[in-house]
């Protein structure tokens, strides 16, 4: 990836920009199932505040300068908390295109959004923007100049590259002096942007500029910054990131001015926190936001949450040694127990002690868990987006490491919150992702622990508005072993939330298997939660140890397999010795398709190389490994269910 000055958006081509094609997201954006309350980890939370999140991508080690889609390494952060955010922007420039390897090289005002990062965004119904940032090196002219004709260049490239590269927006980080006669124009032009974009495009300001050019952080919505909001009855920016430097009482006289505007504060207000900066030990406190035993009073935005990466120290090149990394991440959205529905610090924050996150409440504590599982089939496979080898139906086929956002399952939405018969927090079973082996791509999800006699624990997993027929069926793969506890699937129905229907989702047994049950019998019933159980038996349960590789609830029926690919060709490829960049294309038939796998042949079978939903993906680094002229290639069109195609086949010739 790379970034773009103003004469290059202006002058922006899809077919003249260098990678454009390999660096497009083609996911549509979900849509969100409505809140239901009776099945949210903290009940009575009022869904109305939203939440902006700015952050790097992946946190790469040369993050400071390279943006890749996915590569050949697992030391890259995937967020795993999409149910959170409504709006997701990318928080980092990129040098201008050829530009990365010089010691200190010119970024550009515009960096899109991380095209893995948008499908992973899309895939949970978050928007993801692209990020505009100033001062560059630069005439800011340039940038808002305006035709005879009262158009905007630059605008109109803005909207043709969101909807060439299949994202929802920009962030404007308008954060150096212009002048007076400049602001006008920029205003002018984003109400055009505004006008001229298709619906659902967000434009986010950040409280930083003057109407007349100045800088000058309000950290409230004022009517200093409310003109770069609706200025003259006249729409300028969808919502505002205020700056940091908050108090209660700025809070609600942002509150108070966005009602007197007759804006909706949850749609046009956000509260910026520092979480790269303070982390767990925030000086400008949320509950100015979301007072205790009040109405929230507007949204909420953070700027740097993958803080949770670089705040840990030492080697993360294998996922086990991520570990850390993870938990603090659940610490960051579930809270300092890791569990949402258990949230709320246990101190006051402390400057002395911003990664101890007793002084932190969770996201959670305030933000509601959305989803966007409303119709069948669902299907998820627990695939985080990083992985340190490859399974397809339980079987190895893929030996490298890897990351890739952008091919992340639905993940659950409460991490993790586990009870027992009674109730009560449950420490008996732990629950998480398990990157040694998988059903398909790199994780499944794996319960561990031992129970006493006759005891439970319910492992609560996902939010949905499934509406079943007669034809509706569940199903898990799993294999491991419950040490003599049943493993059960339960489910939850919208007219009785405080019951829970269990099936025996058994045995369990050293290889995948898969459990199927039929639901013919609530057809007419809508399931707004799925949950898993292990239920021991009088002797207890010792030892459990337990791998689910899919869950999946659909409607039995035909279930064809997509057609052949057709198109699968070697686009270029750039060749040093022995190993090559290989940049593959094909025709992209959106239609009862979810994924593409690419493989290559050997003499000993084949290996997975790379996974896309798209019409285009780079193999790199493809090392020749003792091919004679040519390395065959192959190519698998996927359905949602798992049904694979016949193969089409190109070669690289060396």
């Known amino acids: 990836m790379h970034g773009y000055s103003g004469p290059q958006i202006k002058a922006w081509n899809p077919d003249t920009d260098r990678h454009a094609r390999y660096l497009r997201s083609r996911v549509p954006l979900a849509a969100r199932i409505a809140a239901f309350e009776p099945t949210q980890s903290r009940r009575g939370l009022d869904p109305r505040p939203r939440l902006a999140v700015l952050a790097n991508d992946y946190v790469q080690p040369s993050w400071e300068t390279e943006g890749y889609p996915y590569g050949p390494v697992a030391e890259a952060y995937a ?12 928080w980092h420039g990129l040098p201008l295109d050829g530009r990365h390897t010089e010691p200190n090289p010119p970024y550009g005002l515009l960096n899109l959004p991380n095209p893995g990062y948008t499908d992973a965004a899309h895939r949970n119904g978050v928007l993801s923007l692209g990020c505009w940032f100033w001062p560059r090196p630069e005439n800011f002219a340039d940038i808002v100049e305006r035709t005879p004709q009262g158009t905007f260049p630059l605008a109109d490239q803005l909207i043709a590259m969101a909807r060439y590269f299949g994202f929802d927006g920009y962030f404007v980080n308008q954060e150096a002096t212009i002048t007076a006669a400049q602001a006008r124009l920029l205003m002018e032009m984003l109400g055009y942007l505004a006008r001229k974009a298709p619906p659902g495009f967000h434009l986010q300001w950040y409280d930083s500029l003057t109407v007349d050019g100045r800088i000058s952080y309000q950290n409230e919505f004022n009517t200093v910054n409310s003109p770069w909001v609706v200025n003259g009855g006249q729409r300028v920016n969808s919502s505002v990131f205020l700056n940091y430097w908050w108090s209660s009482a700025k809070i609600q006289a942002s509150r108070g001015h966005a009602l007197s505007l007759g804006l909706d504060p949850f749609d046009v207000v956000y509260a910026g926190s520092e979480i790269g900066m303070y982390r767990f030990a925030q000086p400008y406190d949320p509950r100015a936001i979301f007072p205790e035993g009040g109405e929230p009073r507007t949204s909420w935005a953070f700027l740097g949450s993958e803080m949770v990466w670089y705040t840990v120290d030492g080697d993360k090149s294998t996922l086990a040694n991520q570990a850390p990394v993870y938990a603090r991440e659940r610490q960051l959205w579930s809270g300092p127990a890791e569990d949402p529905s258990r949230t709320g610090r246990t101190r006051q924050p402390d400057s002395g002690r911003p990664l101890d996150p007793a002084g932190w409440d969770g996201t959670a504590h305030h933000i509601v868990e959305k989803s966007v599982i409303g119709r069948l089939p669902f299907v998820t496979r627990f695939c985080t987006g990083t992985g340190e080898r490859f399974f397809i139906d339980g079987v190895q086929t893929g030996d490298r490491p890897w990351f890739d956002i952008g091919v992340q399952d639905l993940l659950p939405t409460w991490q993790w919150w586990i009870r027992d018969a009674a109730g009560a927090p449950s420490t008996a079973i732990r629950a998480d992702y398990d990157h040694t082996t998988a059903y398909d791509a790199g994780d499944s999800l794996r319960l561990t622990g031992a129970l006493g006699a006759s005891a439970s624990a319910v492992v609560r997993l996902y939010k949905t508005r499934l509406p079943l027929t007669s034809a509706s069926t569940a199903s898990l793969v799993h294999r491991g072993t419950t040490g003599a506890a049943a493993l059960r699937l339960g489910l939850v129905f919208e007219d009785t939330p405080a019951d829970t229907v269990w099936l025996n989702a058994g045995p369990v ?48 029926g035909p279930d064809p397999a997509p057609g052949c690919p057709t198109g699968f060709a070697v686009d270029r490829a750039v060749r040093v010795g022995d190993t090559a960049s290989v940049y593959l294309t094909w025709d992209f038939t959106p239609d009862d398709v979810a994924r593409y796998d690419i493989f290559r042949r050997t003499a000993s079978g084949r290996r997975w190389l790379g996974r896309t939903y798209d019409g285009a993906y780079c193999v790199s680094p493809l090392a020749r490994e003792g091919d004679g002229a040519t390395t065959l290639l192959e190519l698998e069109a996927v359905s949602v269910t798992g049904r694979r195609s016949c193969a089409a086949t190109t070669g690289l010739t060396w």
């Open 79 to 90: 967020l795993r908390f999409w149910q959170y955010p409504d709006l997701y922007a990318s």
């Open 509 to 556: 047994g050293a290889s995948w298997a898969r459990w199927t049950a039929d639901l013919g019998a609530w057809a007419g019933r809508t399931v707004v939660a799925v949950h898993v159980s292990l239920l021991a038996g009088t002797g207890g349960a010792a030892g459990i140890a337990v791998n689910l590789g899919e869950l999946r609830i659909a409607d039995s």
